[in-house]
């Protein structure tokens, strides 16, 4: 079973993986990469210090050094993900048996939750991967009484840090599981250690920015952070994230903990780990699609466990017969869509769930058949961060608001369109479904900008079914018309100049990050040694209830 769930999960996070171009979060952190690695392509435009910290970026440096690839990154984060699945079997093995940890481990595979964003260049594989390996080390915690291991789950909690800053919450859920089996408080300076190492090592991602030349930017992002407005209702993790974890496979989970009673403290650890990420993203205003990858490595143990104790205890045989018809439908809800998913990709809808539709080929085209110094003008900044990766042509968004307080620093505001078109600051309009259908308001404005400088189509990128996905329109400056009829050579120069206000991108020292990331890398590696050795030999109880 566990070879099935590895081989088939391999299969669904590796199998064509370029298939669609990135999407815009995608573009960022390759870009990001390329920067840190100092390729001239990305350095100009896309900042190293943005908004999270750089463990990953650092990782996907060295794929990023020369040209312009794409792919390269999503492979990374496919070999995490599928890293996850095993650590998953390691952990339904710690908590209860080799078969809690096979189907725990099989259902991670088909999920369609894990296998979407485990294709893609984002931040949250990575951080499941070690927030996996620190829930691990807590349950060898609680397991053997070896209070090292506290100290090792806070290193691999503070590694989760530093792939994606939000995984610190889950101290919260650790803290909330020692409340309650608080024998583990015993002797106090283990736990302490490890809730300090994981502090210490998520203060890396500041210090380090501060040292290397990033603290203003860092700073910007933080404000930014704080103070986003709500982007999705109140129910969107119960529906939108929830549907595509498996609604069978949750219920399964809730209808083990409903019927399976006393809870042990097993079952007191994996419910910490989800339920304070939950209330978290709940109450903030914000809500991520793949925010809330780590607790699946839970919820799915949680499910495997019903499954594994049910149907060799159940009597009589329609009893068997009905979990088996279950555990079937549980195990095709999710690997049904999650292989319609690989075998035709989502190129639109939320935030993180797939590729932005045309954007790779726009990005190649413009790259070859605009003048260097173009400069586009699109509806918002997920096509503009397109365009700028695979083009290396500056773009910027209708819909970056001039507020300070309400854009991604990263963001330059354009101010006054209907100027800056006039004046020849922009010589293309843009115009993509994607961004259209997520701001009406702005896709119409880019459009009545393009008519009103006599906009004219220069390259259309389709779907299949022949819909118009990505629009290129060539303006004309108001002046530039003016003069056109008396001196062309004149429009002529009129049209191609451009302002340059952009600011510069200032980009931090590399090396400091590169060390610094290495070290907290090696010190978390060093807590995991200083708590392993002989652990293989302790003689562990299997049943529930055991110590």
Known sequence: MLAAALAGGGALRFVNLGGVGLNSDEAVYAAQSGSLARNPHFTSMFPVVRAHPLLMQAVLSMFYRHGVPDSAGRYVAAAFGLATIALVYVLGRVLYDGRVGAIGALLV???????????????????????????????????????????????????????KET?????????????????????????????????????????????????????????????????????????????????????????????????????????SWIVVPVLFFEVWPVKGFSYLLACVPAVAVLAARVLARALPTTRPIVGRLVVLAVSVACLLSLLVPAVRGVIRQPTAGLAGAGGTPGGRETGRWIAVNLPADARLLT???????????????????????????????????????????????????????????????????????ERRFAGRPVHVERDGGGRKLVVVYRVIATAARRAASAHPVRAASITASRSTDSPAVRQPNSVVIYVGYGAAVLLALASLAWAAPGWHRRRFQTSEGGQ
């Open 379 to 449: 509806i918002g900044p997920s096509m503009a961060n397109l365009i700028e990766y695979y083009s290396g042509r500056a773009a910027n968004g209708l819909s970056v608001s001039p507020n300070p307080l309400h854009r991604n620093p990263s963001y330059q505001p354009v101010g006054n369109a209907d100027a800056a078109l006039r004046s020849g600051r922009f010589q293309y309009v843009v115009w993509d479904v994607y961004s259209a259908g997520r701001s009406p308001t702005f896709g119409d404005r880019a459009l009545t900008l």
């Open 167 to 271: 995984a610190i919450i889950l101290l919260g859920s650790a803290f909330v599981f020692l409340s309650v089996a608080n024998r583990m408080w015993r002797p106090v300076r283990f736990p302490l250690f490890g809730a300090v190492l994981a502090i210490l090592l998520a203060l890396t991602y500041p210090l380090l920015t501060a040292v290397a030349g990033g603290s203003r930017s860092g700073q910007s992002y933080l404000v930014w952070q704080l103070s986003r407005t709500p982007n999705h209702s109140f129910a969107f993790y119960l529906t939108s994230v929830t549907a595509s974890i498996g609604y069978v496979l949750v219920a399964v989970a809730a209808l083990g903990l409903l019927l399976r009673r006393p809870l042990t403290w097993r079952e007191t650890l994996l419910l």
């Open 109 to 163: 595979a088909v999920m369609p939750y894990h296998v979407a964003i485990s294709r893609q260049i984002l931040l949250d594989g990575p951080m499941t991967f070690f927030a996996t390996a620190s829930l691990i080390c807590l349950a060898l915690a609680a397991r053997t009484g070896g209070g090292r291991w506290l100290v090792a789950a806070g290193g691999c909690l503070g590694l989760a840090a530093l792939s």
